[in-house]
């Protein structure tokens, strides 16, 4: 599960900046919805896959991404350009894949390496 911010996390406001919840798999009508996803494959943000490769089952985190490893300097949807993003994530459960990845999927993974 997850939620992210940008400005800083609500708990370390200082100054004008006041931080902005941008999403959250805690939804308010069917509550927490875990977040599936892939890791190390680039399905999400690569701060995302780095922290997601290096936690363990069960583990909380508060996450700080810089840009170079979320959006960039163009942002996406609601989150700005050159937006440092900040995460509260728990690991819930980790899983094996269900499904063993294409020889072709398996050729980009090699040739585009975390």
Avoid: C
């Avoid at 919840?21 to 896959?49: L, M």
């Avoid at 609601?78 to 459960?93: D, N, S």
């Amino acid at each position: 599960s997850y939620t992210l911010w940008i400005n800083g996390f609500p708990d370390d406001e200082s100054g004008d900046k006041k931080a902005i919840q941008i999403d959250s798999s805690r939804k308010p009508i069917v509550g927490d919805q875990p977040f599936r996803v892939r890791a190390g494959v680039k399905q999400v943000i690569r701060g995302w896959d780095l922290a997601l490769m290096d936690m363990k089952e069960g583990e909380s985190r508060r996450l700080i991404v810089p840009p170079s490893l979320g959006y960039g300097d163009k942002g996406v949807g609601p989150i700005p350009g050159k937006a440092t993003l900040y995460f509260e994530m728990k690991l819930t459960k980790v899983e094996q894949p269900m499904e063993k990845l294409s020889p072709e999927a398996e050729k980009w993974m090699q040739d585009n390496p975390l």
